[in-house]
């Protein structure tokens, strides 16, 4: 993703930048030499890539004259730089819902000229939707979809540069995010919106929600308007999201500091604020023009309030959010909720900076079907990864015992409580997705062109190994493991690489990629991940889409499809210019496969998907025959 200008993290370094550190870049690059990781080089047999043998053997590729049959029944899409929706022969598109699409009948059109305003986007579908589910209810279809962000210059089209300029334009800059709660329904063949479904519901950066678990009123958590620390106001940056078997949906803050700013720019920024990119200047959104609480000079705690799950009963559209400090605070990218065999919750978390970690959270309490779960994200335990180079890892517990910090310090300052039992710095973890065919679970370590290059920004070290082998690693990787004994609450699992991805048309060196990487199906920046009911893994890109130099004839942003047994992997979907293709869901009879295009024509590039103004979409993506698709 990237602002008008910077990155997320571009910006983030910009403000804090870290020294340069080099020296693990010679040992690195050798150490992938030497273990033959070169584009379709050393023949290496079945044997070698089974579970815990090499790290570096990615994707159970089969050995030679080896055949089965393909389980991706889809002739692959080429990659391209056009400007539409590309998927296989026999498969359809059409839009689902368009930033600004009105919920209610009582809202106004969608104005592209001006992108609307205040009231009409607190009316409407959000910007820049990301991650989704859906619930189905007495026969009812009710979709949950992230609203993460938005592009300034297609929301404040009527102000000179895409600058918010007064009131109204931050009041809809907060309403554009959060999350849109919508009935669907096919109707004459179509998918859509169902108008003033009782169901139809924002939620948004000014909506309330209850602090839960270890944080709830916290000293750090107290604010003017909230002197006990108990109830925030709204939520933002919704990137991934989870889905429980309870039937509630959680959304997860991720980049929450780029909204805060300071009015005194001598305001000394202190290590827990730098840690979580929090400082003077905001990244160009300006609420705290209109919001005193969005100025952190004014009120520094309000930052320690964002950057948690938020779980929401999509069913009540009275219910009120609850925000889970329990499950750790930092640039949350999904939450991927399993129920292990001994009835324990447990919630894999990435949180994608680059050099942070990977958490897993596991509930104090046990799963009852059909029993009260409501409260089971509100107590727990959280760990973060490590792992070893041996293709071994555990999970290192976050305690009072192990960090020195109480529970509610670990649950606002979760990064410097890892840091402090020394966890692995990851390839920016994004997606975690878990295998409903087996106790497998994988994530998606997007890029990291500080990899070998600069510690993080709490000071730990960088060194290219493990699953993130690659100095400036600029394609990323897919890493997954298996817990031990087939206990998602176990100490010890096993890892690999179900892919490295790579240019093996430019490079035959590690840049190349993993085996199971060729000229016809190479990506890079893998994020969005999601099993479908076949144990096939979709995986979705938001990377680099200039298709020249390392990325040349990768094209725009897109969806491949994996199979875990024998790691082929093939291209399913290109999405249109300048866009990254993120979350997805299905709908009750699968025959639906719902997808998001987020920030079409980001650097003004764009007229998807109605040939006007560029509008972030989700898209309904279905068979010619009708047949069930994932
Ligand atoms: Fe919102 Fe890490 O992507
Ligand atoms: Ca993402
Ligand atoms: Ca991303």
């Not at 980001?602 to 069930?628: K, L, M, Q, T, Y």
Request: proline share 5%; hydrophobic share 35%; charged share 25%.
């Amino acid at each position: 993703m990237s602002t008008t200008k910077l990155g997320f993290d571009e910006f983030d370094e910009n403000l804090r930048p870290a020294p340069e550190v080099v020296e693990f870049e010679e040992t690195a690059n050798r150490m992938v030499s030497r273990r033959g990781f070169l584009s379709g080089g050393a023949a290496v047999g079945a044997t070698a890539f089974v579970m815990g043998s090499t790290t570096l053997a990615a994707g159970k590729a089969l050995a030679a004259g080896e055949h089965k049959m393909s389980r991706l029944a889809f002739e692959m899409v080429k990659a391209n730089a056009e400007d539409t929706i590309t998927l296989p022969a026999g498969y359809k598109w059409e839009v689902l819902a368009s930033w600004g699409e009105p919920l209610f009948s009582n809202a106004p059109e969608f104005d592209g000229t001006t992108g609307g305003t205040g009231a009409s986007q607190e009316l409407a579908f959000g910007d820049h939707n990301d991650g989704m589910a859906l619930f189905v209810h007495n026969g009812r279809q009710i979709m949950c979809i992230n609203n993460e962000y938005t592009n300034l210059n297609t929301l404040h089209a009527n102000r000179e540069g895409g600058v918010p300029t007064t009131a109204d334009d931050i009041r809809k800059s907060k309403a554009a995010h959060g999350v849109s709660i919508v009935e669907v329904a096919r109707r004459g063949g179509k998918w859509g919106i169902v108008k003033d479904s009782e169901y139809n519901r924002r939620i948004t950066a000014d909506t309330e929600m209850d602090i839960t678990g270890p944080a709830r009123g916290h000293d750090l958590l107290k604010t003017k308007a909230d002197p006990q620390g108990v109830v925030a106001k709204g939520t933002w940056n919704n990137c991934g999201n989870g889905q429980t078997p309870w039937g509630t949906y959680l959304t997860c803050e991720e980049n929450f500091n780029g909204y805060f700013s300071s009015s005194d720019k001598n305001l000394v920024i202190n290590d827990d604020l730098k840690r979580y990119g929090i400082g003077h200047d905001d990244w160009g959104y300006k609420w705290a023009m209109a919001d005193d609480r969005m100025d952190i000079a004014k009120e520094p705690n309000e930052p320690n309030r964002f950057g948690y799950i938020v779980e929401i009963d999509p069913l009540n559209p009275s219910s009120r959010p609850k925000k889970r400090t329990a499950l750790g605070r930092f640039k949350h990218e999904n939450a991927e909720v399993e129920i292990a065999a001994n009835g324990h919750v447990v919630v894999y978390l990435g949180d994608d900076e680059r050099g942070e970690f990977l958490y897993r959270f596991v509930s104090e309490n046990k799963y009852v079907a059909g029993g009260d779960n409501s409260e089971l994200l509100a107590s727990g335990t959280l760990y973060v990864a490590k792992f070893h180079d041996n293709n071994k890892g555990e999970w290192l517990a976050l305690t009072p015992k192990t960090t020195g910090m109480t529970e509610a310090e670990i649950a606002i300052h979760t990064r410097q409580a890892a840091s402090k039992v020394g966890a692995t710095t990851m390839d920016r973890p994004e997606w975690v997705a878990s295998n409903p065919s087996k106790c497998e679970v994988y994530c998606s370590l997007t890029n990291n062109k500080n990899r070998g290059v600069k510690p993080n920004a709490g000071g730990d070290a960088t060194p290219a190994g493990g699953p993130n082998p690659r100095v400036k690693n600029n394609f990323g990787q897919i890493v997954r493991w298996r817990p031990m004994n087939e206990d998602h609450t176990a100490t010890q699992f096993s890892w690999d690489l179900f892919v490295l991805a790579g240019n093996p048309a430019v490079y035959d060196d590690a840049n190349a990629g993993s085996k199971n990487v060729n000229k016809d199906n190479m990506f890079n920046s893998p994020d969005g991940l999601k099993f479908d009911q076949n144990g096939l893994l979709w995986i979705q890109t938001d990377g680099n889409y200039s298709n020249a130099k390392g990325f040349a004839g990768q094209g725009n942003n897109q969806m491949l499809v994996g199979d875990p047994e024998t790691g082929e992997i093939k291209r399913f979907l290109v999405g249109p210019k300048e866009c990254e293709i993120t979350g997805s869901a299905w709908s009750a009879d699968r025959t639906t496969m719902f997808v998001g295009v987020q920030h079409p024509g980001e650097d003004g590039n764009s007229r998807w998907p109605f040939n006007s103004v560029p509008r972030s979409s989700v898209i309904a993506i279905s068979r010619e025959d009708g047949g069930i698709i994932g």
